[in-house]
């Protein structure tokens, strides 16, 4: 189930990134800063480059948790 999900993950996320690359626009993988916004747009900096744009997003990633459900844990890493 777990080999399942993976992939199809892993196929959604390729969709969206060929989406976002069809539509020009910049992906970039790295901890930035949204250093303010000017006549031209929202002003980023990352990886030591400033970036510009028009609209900005922020994809701040997730984390899986496991709840505080006693037992729950060890039966999760087996």
């Known amino acids: 189930m777990v080999a399942r999900k993976d992939n199809v993950v ?4 390729s969709g ?3 989406q976002m690359k069809g539509a ?3 992906v970039v993988a790295a901890p930035a800063k949204v250093a303010g916004k000017n006549a031209e747009g929202f002003v980023v900096t990352a990886d030591g480059k400033e970036y510009v744009g028009k609209k900005l ?3 701040s990633g997730s ?3 496991v709840p505080p459900i006693p037992g729950l844990k060890e ?3 087996a």
């Open 63 to 65: 984390v899986a948790a």
């Open 16 to 18: 969206v990134a060929m």
């Open 24 to 26: 020009k626009v910049t």
């Open 57 to 59: 997003i922020i994809a």
């Open 75 to 77: 039966s999760v890493a």
């Open 10 to 13: 892993k196929m959604l996320v």
